[in-house]
């Protein structure tokens, strides 16, 4: 409505200014600057008409937001959110924690695991020294140095398959 207003006033101000074109050009004293001064105030009061009706209206706007934004649903409708926010920001950490703890527990058990292993071929080792010292008698002494060459080769590069191999064809000779 404010704005029909506006450019009617607007829309009657050319008609004066074509007004005062007329009365300039038929030399009439006085009357064009009584005539332009009506035009001006019309153009003057359209647009802050305008001006004013699009302050009003941001205002307006700004009040209802302001209004909304406090309102009891709205304040619930954040309380929501922020909890499911929380929420899942605590579903996420406990994700990363359950990474992290079975990531450690992972280490953990690989580093027992190689002790246990190291442990085992130690005594596995020990045991294949014990079986080479009860039957050295029975071999040659080149066959005897290597074997016990051999044991301790599988020892330090850590292989229990030919350990056990070791073991099985120490067995196999006595």
């Not at 304040?75 to 605590?90: C, I, Y």
């Amino acid at each position: 409505m404010i704005i029909r207003i506006s450019l009617l006033l607007i829309l009657a101000s050319l008609p004066v200014f074509l007004l005062v074109e007329l009365l300039l050009w038929l030399a009439v004293p006085g009357l064009p600057d009584a005539v332009t001064l009506i035009g001006s105030a019309m153009l003057i009061s359209a647009f802050a008409l305008l001006i004013i009706a699009g302050v009003w209206g941001v205002f307006k706007i700004i009040v209802c937001a302001a209004l909304d934004y406090f309102s009891a649903k709205q304040r619930v409708q954040r309380r929501l959110w922020f909890a499911q926010a929380r929420q899942d920001q605590v579903r996420r950490l406990f994700y990363f924690k359950a990474m992290q703890i079975k990531y450690f527990s992972e280490l953990n058990r690989k580093r027992l695991l190689k002790l246990n292993n190291r442990k085992h071929i130690q005594s596995l080792s020990k045991s294949i020294d014990k079986d080479l010292l009860s039957i050295k008698d029975k071999l040659p002494e080149t066959t005897y140095l290597q074997l016990q060459q051999e044991n301790a080769r599988f020892r330090n590069q850590q292989d229990i398959e030919s350990l056990l191999k070791l073991q099985q064809k120490i067995s196999t000779i006595v």
